[in-house]
């Protein structure tokens, strides 16, 4: 059985940690795939991050962020990264792993504003309109995964964040492996992804909510189809 951890620290009442569990179990259900999951708080991911990550064949970092512990989100995620395991991050998953990837791969000081107000110029800043409980239009970019996985050029799907990509460096997405997936009406960036790995997508909006509605996400019936094919 192959096991994915779900990297955040876990609470009940937010909606996105009730609705994955149940999503993912719609995906295995569907697929036959003989996959389990786990909760892994980031207070947790300390010390030697390659031994604790090993035994999961897959990361999805969850929402809920600020995280108790930000850099063991991180570290996680560079694992999934390095590794090339499967990954899928949304809400603050994206969050971070935008972090992650500008850290190691753009060599700048990747800031939050979340955790850090004054930051100048952060990676992750304030959204110029609250994503809090709304529903938000996405236009995905001709022949990403997402557009694929979607089969379709656009969606509609829910957010419960304040917080995104900072413009500024959105254009940096243009070059480099690490590719726009897909934007909003206003063309902002709503989810990325990694060219040339088996599954790595990150997205701000929550798909995994669908599964609530007893509706099984694309997004996750695709990164389980990815994990049990490794």
């Known amino acids: 059985m ?3 951890a779900l990297v955040g620290d876990y609470n009940e ?7 994955i569990p149940i999503a993912l179990s719609m995906a295995a259900e ?3 795939a003989d996959v389990s999951w786990e909760w892994l708080h980031t207070r947790m991911i300390t010390g030697d991050t390659e031994q604790m990550l090993d035994p999961y064949a897959a990361i999805w970092c969850v929402p809920g962020s600020p995280y108790e512990n930000a850099s063991g989100a991180i570290a996680a995620i560079r694992f999934a990264r390095e590794t090339r395991r499967p990954f899928l991050g949304t809400c603050g998953g994206f969050q971070h792993a935008m972090l992650e990837y500008a850290q190691a791969v753009w060599r700048i000081d990747a800031i939050h504003a979340e955790t850090n107000a004054d930051a100048v110029d952060p990676v992750i800043a304030p959204l ?3 994503l809090v409980e709304v529903k938000g239009a ?3 970019e001709p022949g990403s995964r997402l557009a694929k996985i979607y089969g379709s ?3 509609t799907e829910e957010y419960h964040c304040s917080f995104g990509l900072n413009p500024l460096y959105a254009a940096r997405l243009a070059s480099g492996p690490m590719k726009v997936a897909a934007r909003d009406d206003e063309g902002s ?3 990325v992804e990694l060219e040339g790995y088996p599954f790595y997508v990150g997205t701000l909006f929550q798909p995994e909510r669908a599964a609530l509605r007893n509706q099984l996400p694309p997004l996750v019936k695709a990164f389980v189809a990815a ?3 490794t």
């Open 2 to 4: 192959k096991r994915i």
């Open 13 to 19: 009442s937010v909606v996105a940690h009730r609705a």
């Open 30 to 32: 569907q697929l036959k």
């Open 128 to 130: 110029m309109c609250s």
């Open 138 to 140: 996405l236009h995905f």
């Open 153 to 155: 050029s656009t969606a």
């Open 189 to 191: 960036v709503r989810a």
């Open 227 to 229: 994990i049990a094919a």
